[in-house]
Every structure is written in structure tokens, then in C-alpha cells.
């Protein structure tokens, strides 16, 4: 592909994406070194030679190997079960893989590997996530999971133990991050902002995510919720602007650091209605 055309369809998917709330990254030119060794798998919808789509990558490889996904705007769903995954993307301002018939990235009891670099976006009109994490224990890293009709990443299961770090999930119709049913995930250093219920919402006894360096803004309701007897740590989180509250939790759920710790211990100012609340109704302006 010549410098001119992978500039054109740079902007053009530019246009296509989210806004994001940093600067454009460089794409990734190359693939980077397999950590597994195996073979790198390429995907790029204008080259004869390599994949149309992720999907199909994904289904020719093996454990060792890795797939690579250029610069594009892809139609496509990723289902990956039972088995390790390495899906590298040139960067989510840059790759874009949507679904209009269902979630576009589904991974259920992944043991281990990475999805980096790629924003995955939601277009259909039923109930619908943008990415489904069920009882895994892989790393999300560099990507973008926008336009749920659900919450825009859904972690859950009782061996989740996934690792989101570094993401922007926004513009969903109810929450950024959704952790429940048991999940113990670690959720670091990501920026969840213009979802239309909480930033990040944690449920369900048995629930207990690693909260850190997150930053939650712009949200239509909180920052972050705890509920329904969820327990978590809560540790250098940034909330702000939201509509509501910083963060807003039931007498129920158990913090690290404690309730009356958590505003010295987290960034929860100037949101209208104030940093923490404590309520046992959290969901009442949403008639749930």
C-alpha cells in the first residue's frame, strides 16, 4: 500500500471512530515480535495475500500464533473459546472491528494471551455488549469498546480474572465497565467517559475487582458504582464531571480502603452532587 493511500485511509477511519480523549496514536507499521513464537497471521482487507477479517485468522491459527490486524474498518465478530488468544491491532484510532449482529468481541474461558490495539464497536439495536469477558484470564490492553447497547464491557463469571488496562470504553447506553457474577478482575489505568449510566458499576456477592488508576468522566449518572453487596479495592481512581456523584455505593459492599477512606484515597471532586454517597436505592433515577 503506498504512503497515500494509508493516509487517506488513516483519516478516513479517523473520521469513522469515536472521539477519543487523547491525542491519535501512530499506527502500528509492522507486527510486533510473537511472545509465543509461532507464526504472525495478517489481516488486512486490501491485500489479496493476507485475511479479510480477524474471524477468519483466528480460526487457521494456532495456540502459538498471533494475528495482526492493519489499519481498516472491518465488519466481523470475534468468538474465542477455551483457548489462548494474540490479536494485535495497529491501534484503535486505526483498526475498527464493528457487529451489528451481536457483540463484536466475545471471549469465554480464555486462559491466557492478549487483544491490544483495536476499538470494538457496537452497532446493531438489540441487547448487546461491545466486548463479553466470561471467566477468562487474559490482558486487554490499547483498545476502545464503544456504543454498547448494554454496558460497553461486560467481566463477569466466577474465574474471571481478566486484566483491562489502558482502554477507553465510552458512549454506552447504560455503563462503561459492568463487573459481576463473582469476577475478580484487575481494571487499571482506564478512562471510561460519556456512558449513560456510571463509569464503572460493580455487583454481586463474591464480585471483587482491583479498581486503580482509573479515571471515570463525563458519565450521565456517577463515576462508579458498588452494589448489591459487591466488594472491591478502590485505590488513586479519578471521578470528575460526572452528572452525579463521584462514586456511589449500598451500605452492603465492603471497600479497600474503607467507605470513610475512599474520598482521601481517590480524586471524587467536582462532581454537582458531591464526591460519595451512600444509598440503599442507587439505581432509583433509572426506575430500577
Known sequence: ???ERSDALNWAIREALPVS??????PL???PPNPSGGRTLIVDQKDSE???????ALKDSKPDDQVFVRPGLYEDKIFVTERPIQLIGAGRDHVQIFSRRGG???LQRVPNGRVSGITFRYVGSDQNSAMNILDSTCTITGCRATDGIL?????????CRASLVDNEVCYSR????FVFAEARPYIAHNICYANHHFGIAVRDPGTHPDLVRNTCHGNMLSGILLFHHAEALVLNN????????????????QTSPPRDQLASSNRLDANPRGPLFVTEDPLAEIGR
Open 50 to 56: 493476507a485475511y479479510p477479517r480477524a474471524s477468519a
Open 21 to 26: 480523549s487523547g491525542q491519535t496514536e501512530v
Open 238 to 253: 479519578v471521578c470528575r464531571e460526572n452528572h452525579q456523584w463521584g462514586l456511589i455505593t449500598t451500605p452492603d459492599c
Open 174 to 177: 447504560e455503563s462503561g465497565i
Open 151 to 159: 454496558s460497553g464491557a461486560l467481566i463477569y463469571g466466577p474465574n
Open 29 to 31: 507499521r509492522e507486527p
Open 104 to 106: 463484536p468481541l466475545y
Open 1 to 3: 500500500m503506498s504512503h
